[in-house]
């Protein structure tokens, strides 16, 4: 497993911008594909974007596609997600997701190791 611990939330205005990141520990980091999901009040946990292990492929949700950008440094064991244009839908908790595998993938189901998260808010 990996060991996952998110930064960068807090309250931002609507148009506003944020950059969530997500630094891993443990030696399988660089072969690991990377998520980020969120969760807001009510409603179930959902993918935001995923990215491969090399970074050469990602993967967005149709609601921030165009908004938000998911990038990693392996040799800084961090992923990032930077939001841009944010809205006040985007409001909930972000959490960082790692799976074993290198291929990236949407599913909550298919990741192993999980952030605590980071609040993200989004005011009007």
């Known amino acids: 497993q990996v060991l996952l611990v998110e930064s960068g939330g807090g309250l931002v205005q609507a148009g506003g911008s944020l950059r969530l990141s997500c630094a891993g520990s443990?030696?399988?980091?660089?072969?690991?594909?990377m998520g980020w999901f969120r969760q807001a009040p009510g409603k179930e946990r959902e993918f935001v974007a995923a990215i491969n292990w090399s970074g050469g492929t990602t993967y967005y949700a149709d609601s921030v596609k165009g908004r938000f950008t998911i990038s990693r440094d392996n040799a800084k064991n961090t992923v990032y997600l930077q939001m841009n244009s944010l809205k006040p839908e985007d409001t909930a908790v972000y959490y960082c997701a790692a799976r074993t595998i290198p291929a990236a993938t949407y599913g909550v189901e298919a990741y192993d190791s999980w952030g605590q998260g980071t609040q993200v808010t989004v005011s009007s």
């Open positions: 443990g030696r399988t980091f660089s072969s690991s594909a």
